[in-house]
Structure formats: structure tokens, C-alpha cells
T-cell receptor, first 108, second 117 residues
């Protein structure tokens, strides 16, 4: 069975701090796909990144970066210089299986 | 391009009443998903359609839930009768359906927030 664990339920940071959201997954598949989604207070999940199991290159997109490590089954998400607009619930997903999410609050 | 449309946005009903949710996916998207999201939890898949065919409905409580996707476009999710525990947000998502199964990026609608009293 597939499983995604986001151990951090809630995180609060002060604006401009860096923050890392952890994601650990379990699967027996050799080919799999990982995702991060953002759910702002409006409720609509917004796609952030998709990564397949054969691509372990880290990715950077503006202030966002992702660290994928197959050896530890982790796919962590870092926001650099956080902003108030980053406040949301962030979900890590393994194909169609979602973690419970991490609520990030960025305080001005 | 229009996103996934869902209606209604909010619904309050009394237990034992029926309720239905409607979803219109992104134009051209063959795959459609219904999820339930309980408070403080991640979305949980209820059913996935590829065109008109329900290819994964193992998590759909079939005693009271039903879904259909006529003509492979719009979809309706129904609960009859509703129970208190059905209070949740019901999310619809769609994807293009052109890639390996379960590899696709899903695009979500705003959800329907259901409250059963």
C-alpha cells in the first residue's frame, strides 16, 4: 500500500525566514510520481510540482525548491524568504494518495 | 482556459436527506476524480473516471454514494441518504488522461462544502 507522511502538522515562521516542509512516502513501486499542492484559505488545491521516481535532480522555482532523495524516501519542500502570501496548507502526494498536509503560517 | 467548475459551493442539509454535487472538468480532460476532504485531513480519492468508465471506485461507499459521468464530460456525485459523518469538502479534479495512469497532474475545482445537520 502507498502512504505519505507529513509529520509537521503546523509551522509558524516570521516573514523572510526560510522554511522546509517534510514529506516521507512509502511504496513498493519502482516507478512512481510525487506531487506538492498548495491549498490557500480559498480551498482550491493548486499544483506546485510533479516529480517521477527516476529524476532525483533537485528543482528550484523562484523561492521554492524541492529535494528528492530516494534513499530516504523523502521529497521535501523549502520556501526561501517566506512571505505572508505563502500561508496555506501544503500537501505532498504520491500519485493519488495525499498526506495530511502541513499548515504554514507566515507572520508579518 | 476555464478551470474545473463545481456547484454548489456550499450545501447544508439534514441527515437522511439526499444531496448531489456537480463537476465540469477542464475542456479536453479525459480523466475525472472525486475526492472527499475531511477537516484537517488530506483529500481521499472516492472515484476516478477515464472518459465514461469508472476505473477506480474501491473507496466509494456504495451503499449510499453513487456517481456518474455521462458522455464523458460532466460528472455528478450523489449521497442518499446523507449521514452526519458525510460532512466534508467534496473536491473534483481533472487531468488530461494522456500519460501513464496515476502520473498526471490533477487540476482541482474549488470544492463543495457539505454540512449535514
Amino acid at each position: 500500500a502507498q502512504k505519505v507522511t507529513q509529520a509537521q502538522t503546523e509551522i509558524s515562521v516570521v516573514e523572510k525566514e526560510d522554511v522546509t516542509l517534510d514529506c516521507v512516502y512509502e511504496t513498493r513501486d519502482t516507478t512512481y510520481y510525487l506531487f506538492w499542492y498548495k491549498q490557500p484559505p480559498s480551498g482550491e488545491l493548486v499544483f506546485l510540482i510533479r516529480r517521477n521516481s527516476f529524476d532525483e535532480q533537485n528543482e528550484i522555482s523562484g523561492r521554492y525548491s524541492w529535494n528528492f532523495q530516494k534513499s530516504t524516501s523523502s521529497f521535501n519542500f523549502t520556501i526561501t524568504a517566506s512571505q505572508v502570501v505563502d500561508s496555506a496548507v501544503y500537501f505532498c502526494a504520491l500519485s493519488l494518495v495525499f498526506g495530511k498536509g502541513t499548515r504554514l503560517s507566515v507572520i508579518a | 482556459e476555464a478551470g474545473v467548475v463545481q456547484s454548489p459551493r456550499y450545501k447544508i442539509i439534514e441527515k437522511k436527506q439526499p444531496v448531489a454535487f456537480w463537476c465540469n472538468p477542464i475542456s479536453g480532460h479525459n480523466t475525472l476524480y472525486w475526492y472527499r476532504q475531511n477537516l484537517g485531513q488530506g483529500p481521499e480519492l472516492l472515484i476516478r473516471y477515464e472518459n465514461e468508465e469508472a476505473v477506480d471506485d474501491s473507496q466509494l461507499p456504495k451503499d449510499r454514494f453513487s456517481a456518474e459521468r455521462l458522455k464523458g464530460v460532466d460528472s455528478t456525485l450523489k449521497i442518499q441518504p446523507a449521514e452526519l459523518g458525510d460532512s466534508a469538502v467534496y473536491l473534483c479534479a481533472s487531468s488530461s488522461g494522456n500519460r501513464v495512469r496515476n502520473s498526471e497532474t490533477q487540476y482541482f475545482g474549488p470544492g463543495t462544502r457539505l454540512l449535514v445537520l
